[in-house]
């Protein structure tokens, strides 16, 4: 079955000529420099050494071998993504990640991101980017307007508008959303977007926690082309938890899932 999976530092020998098309294809960004403290694979290390990327792509974690999971914002065959975990820290690092390595490998005229979440503040980071549209709150009628906006964009460009750039809508915690689902417009617009939005370039990324697919709202869940879920480590569970274990200074293996493309993959969550 073919997969947008990109598993390795391609040079994208498929599509030559919208790679080499434009030199407006990829961004160069600063890469900071993290502290040599850091147990976790660094997502600048990845992308200084394996780059460049084609356009389009996002790094999702570190394979087993040292290689980059990817997915291609070019092609809706991976869905939209679903991050599922107890750990609120590591499951933050993933969609930080998805944030970072979307605004370091592609310029602004390619990838838009667009964020809701209760805790804006963990993603402040990310502000720094020009790839960064709007940061709202779940409680705000800005976020729910943006949903009924970009769902509205999805079914434009379904009938014939021209597509324009990808868009990233990271929403961090599903249950921060529950109220504004409550509104029929809104969970219709939601729906839509989860279930066509990546035919159209439009993507969610959603965090949630286990359990969350038996809410009100939990059968949305289930159109997710692609999931990332946390797996049980036994090098882990004599420590603890994960965090204990970092804290303790242990390296730990890959510790979660992604099903992309028939395809189950374990990854280490990359540290940004």
Request: glycine share 6%; net charge neutral; hydrophobic share 35%.
């Amino acid at each position: 079955m073919a997969s947008n999976l990109i598993p390795l530092p391609a040079l994208w020998n498929g599509n030559r000529e919208r790679r080499n098309s434009s030199s407006l294809d990829y961004q160069t960004a600063a890469v900071p420099t993290l502290s040599s403290r850091e147990i976790a694979p660094s997502l600048y290390s990845l992308i200084e050494s394996m780059g460049p990327f084609p356009p389009y792509s996002v790094v999702v974690g570190q394979c087993r071998d040292g290689l980059p999971l990817m997915i291609d914002l070019d092609n809706p065959k991976s869905g939209s993504i679903l991050v599922v975990g107890e750990n609120v820290y590591e499951k933050t690092q993933i969609m930080k990640t998805l944030g970072h390595s979307a605004s370091l490998i592609n310029k602004p005229g390619l990838v838009q991101i667009s964020l809701i979440s209760n805790n804006i503040s963990r993603y402040s980071d990310l502000e720094q980017y020009p790839n960064c549209h709007a940061w709202h709150h779940a409680y705000d009628r800005a976020a729910a307007e943006m949903i009924i906006e970009l769902a509205s964009l999805a079914e434009q460009r379904r009938w014939g508008r021209e597509r324009g750039r990808a868009m990233m809508l990271l929403i961090d915690d599903f249950q921060s959303l529950a109220p504004i689902l409550s509104d029929d417009r809104i969970y219709l617009s939601f729906k839509t977007l989860v279930s066509r939005g990546p035919t159209s370039g439009i993507w969610p990324i959603l965090s949630i926690n286990p359990g969350d697919e038996r809410s009100d709202q939990g059968q949305l869940l289930h159109s997710f082309g692609t999931y990332i879920f946390e797996k049980v480590s036994r090098d882990l569970s004599s420590a603890g938890n994960s965090n204990n274990a970092r804290q303790a200074g242990l390296s730990y293996p890959p510790n979660y899932n992604v099903i992309i493309g028939g395809r189950l993959i374990p990854i280490s969550v990359l540290s940004v």
